[in-house]
């Protein structure tokens, strides 16, 4: 607080000359006052050793052998402890990430996407390649299944990959949501990734869903340290990840987009640019293919354009997923009203801080070109492809969560986590939320049939699954719902098995179906009683001829 006076010449009070002036007046009171205060300090430090030898005689004496520690090597042993139980959250949200993955991992039947990655699998390498080239995804997470050695191991091992990749999506979310917030928010943040129903979907698929989260969330850590503290194995560690984000999933592309801008956005924006830069250079031998795939999928691809629902529906599927709304209605009501709330306090406040900013960014601009995109050139957009915004949603919930005072923060928390929790049961129980069962149609169709009777679908969708449950040929895809094409291929044949499927859990759905089916347009009077139906599934029984 004042200055330390300047030695005295030899004989002053700090030497051997002459003897220094004595202080009077104000100048006693602040000699008084600085020397109450060095007072103060010795009496803090000499408590301070007292506890540090007390700390040591005690573990002494809990461990003769161990010699007594100095306050140094104390404080270091704090520090390490401290750090360890800092990771003890990620650790136990990571197991607990990995339980809800694996948990009935092989409840469902595979689908159409998932066969396609199963016989990519065992294609040879340049086949491979080939096979690709008619397919709309990047490469990497082919041929990471290409490598995977329990490809043939049933559903279960077929989909472990991308269960443990999108459980270990835990860790870096952890990670970054620590370095831009609070250990709290950290906590929400990666506790939303693990149990979010959307994120457990995806990752039960073997598809490239698990792979493209824990890349995404790797991404958004190391985009930090760049910006913070840039250094060549950071940025080189970023644009690797950022590469292999682009060869994961086309969407990567809008979402390095927006990393991009909060880069351009960042004080130390050259270090990121440059490595995003990097990442691009890399992707560019992928160009063509890209193009070829596009040209493939220009006049028949399956994505309808977006309405003014789409933005509900999308809050809806990172919120919940698969909520029980014919059980909890209104409670699930009130429960998306204040996560909505939350988001939007939490985004207020994000958008004040430089380094929370890029969340916002990262949560907006994906969202915003994928709508652009599907509105104005060509329908792309699905909440699948989008789902790793699941990580700014959680991030900006968990913002708007701590902003308040604890008590009511708690029980935000407590209704912002209803449609997250409940939605785990009905994820893994709710007829409506299941695929098809196209297993079971498939191994009731190769009990029943004869050797000279042909299974027939009116669409890949049920071709491939049964082909990958090894039904036995001959089978055939209908190309029209026309009836001459289905007694020209019923020609040759005994009789046949005849499979649509549809809507899971909806009567409507069915009846439709079915009613499609057996008419007097295209198979009334070749059907043989009624149709074997499972979840999702009938199947009809054909004989006779035309």
């Known amino acids: 607080m004042f200055a330390a006076a300047a030695p005295g010449p030899r004989g002053s009070a700090r030497g051997f000359g002459p003897p220094a002036k004595r202080p009077r007046g104000r100048d006693v009171s602040l000699h008084l006052f600085a020397a109450a205060e060095r007072l103060r300090c010795h009496q803090q430090v000499a408590v301070y050793r007292g506890a540090v030898q007390r700390t040591a005689r005690a573990q002494q004496q809990t461990d003769?052998?161990?010699?007594?520690?100095?306050?140094?090597?104390?404080?270091?042993?704090?520090?390490?402890q401290v750090a360890r139980g800092h990771w003890l959250v990620p650790v136990a949200l990571t197991l607990l990430a990995l339980g809800v993955r694996l948990f009935r991992l092989d409840r469902k039947s595979v689908w159409f996407d998932e066969v396609i990655t199963y016989f990519d699998a065992h294609l040879p390498w340049a086949q491979l390649l080939e096979s690709i080239k008619e397919d709309v995804h990047p490469p990497l997470s082919y041929v990471l299944y290409h490598l995977w050695p329990g490809i043939d191991g049933g559903e279960f091992w077929l989909r472990l990959p991308a269960a443990v990749l999108g459980a270990l999506a835990v860790v870096p979310a952890y990670a970054w949501a620590r370095r831009i917030g609070s250990p709290t928010q950290a906590v929400l943040t990666s506790g939303f990734v693990a149990l979010s129903a959307l994120q457990i979907d995806l990752a039960q698929e073997a598809r490239m869903y698990g792979l493209l989260l824990l890349l995404t969330a790797t991404s958004l850590w190391l985009l930090d340290r760049v910006l913070i503290s840039p250094g060549r194995g950071s940025m080189l560690a970023y644009a690797v990840v950022a590469a292999a984000m682009l060869y994961t999933h086309y969407y990567a592309a809008l979402l390095l987009a927006a990393q991009g801008l909060a880069a351009l956005l960042s004080k130390n924006r050259w270090a990121a640019i440059g490595a995003l830069a990097a990442a691009g250079l890399t992707f560019m031998p992928w160009l063509p293919v890209l193009a070829q795939q596009t040209h493939n999928i220009s006049a028949d691809y399956w994505i309808e354009p977006p309405r003014l629902s789409s933005a509900w529906v999308t809050f809806r599927e990172l919120a919940a997923h698969t909520p029980p709304e014919a059980t909890l209605a209104i409670p699930l009501r009130i429960a998306y009203v204040v996560q909505a709330l939350l988001l939007i306090l939490g985004t207020w406040l994000a958008v004040r801080s430089a380094r929370q900013r890029t969340v916002v960014l990262f949560g907006v601009v994906p969202l915003a070109l994928a709508l652009g995109i599907s509105l104005l050139v060509s329908p792309v957009y699905a909440v699948r492809y989008i789902s790793p915004l699941g990580l700014a949603f959680g991030f900006l919930i968990a913002r708007g969560v701590t902003?308040?005072?604890?008590?009511?923060?708690?029980?935000?928390?407590?209704?912002?986590?209803?449609?997250?929790?409940?939605?785990?049961?009905?994820?893994?129980?709710?007829?409506?939320?299941?695929?098809?069962?196209?297993?079971?149609?498939?191994?009731?169709?190769?009990?029943?049939?004869?050797?000279?009777?042909?299974?027939?679908?009116?669409?890949?969708?049920?071709?491939?699954?049964?082909d990958y449950y090894r039904v036995a040929q001959p089978s055939a895809i209908l190309e029209t719902n026309d009836r001459a094409e289905l007694c020209q291929t019923m020609r040759q044949q005994r009789g046949a098995w005849l499979v649509t499927a549809y809507a899971p859990a909806s009567d409507e759905a069915r009846q439709s179906a079915e009613a499609g089916i057996d008419n007097a347009m295209y198979a009334q009077g070749l059907t043989q009683g009624e149709p074997m139906r499972f979840l999702g599934v009938s199947v009809f029984h054909l004989t006779g001829t035309c």
């Open 64 to 80: 003769p052998t161990e010699p007594p520690r100095d306050a140094a090597t104390t404080a270091a042993s704090i520090s390490q």
């Open 403 to 466: 902003s308040a005072p604890k008590p009511l923060a708690i029980v935000a928390a407590t209704v912002a986590a209803l449609p997250v929790v409940t939605a785990l049961g009905p994820l893994y129980t709710d007829p409506g939320y299941a695929r098809a069962d196209l297993r079971g149609a498939a191994s009731a169709v190769q009990s029943a049939r004869q050797p000279d009777e042909i299974v027939l679908h009116l669409g890949a969708f049920t071709s491939a699954p049964f």
